[in-house]
């Protein structure tokens, strides 16, 4: 079963660009797989074992905000920026419409689990790192 674990080891330095472009491409951006509305549900959506809801099975589908931290500094430095931003953006939506919370369904946003939960807090260092990779210095005319 594929899980957003598969992302993790294109971050090691090193790793061959080839091989990084075909995992985020052939897992994240083809949609069968973990592109949903907020993602990144943690197993696959076209896992036979995938539940979006809330469950005892936690790990089976609901979107885990530090899954998305992981992947996002990544994204930013391998140049996939329409990636990086969706998973702020989505997450700045579930914070909006549920509040901080442990996990969401990855189709409607709908918290689950514990409320006040700070890894959707997560956003704000992920906000930091779309600001500082969109950053230029303007040169100054005296």
Known sequence: ML???IF????LQGMPNEITKKVIGQHLID????????PLPSLAKNAAAFNP???K???RGPTWIVHNWFLHQFLLEKGHQQEATKLVESIRTLIGKSGFREYYNPFTGEG???KEFTWAGLVVDM???EKRANSTIS???T
């Open 8 to 11: 993790y080891p294109v971050v």
């Open 3 to 5: 899980t957003p674990t």
């Open 57 to 59: 099975y936690i790990w």
């Open 139 to 141: 040169p100054t005319h």
């Open 31 to 38: 949609g069968s797989e973990f592109d949903t509305p907020f």
């Open 112 to 114: 689950y689990g514990a």
């Open 53 to 55: 809801t809330e469950s």
């Open 127 to 129: 906000m930091q790192m």
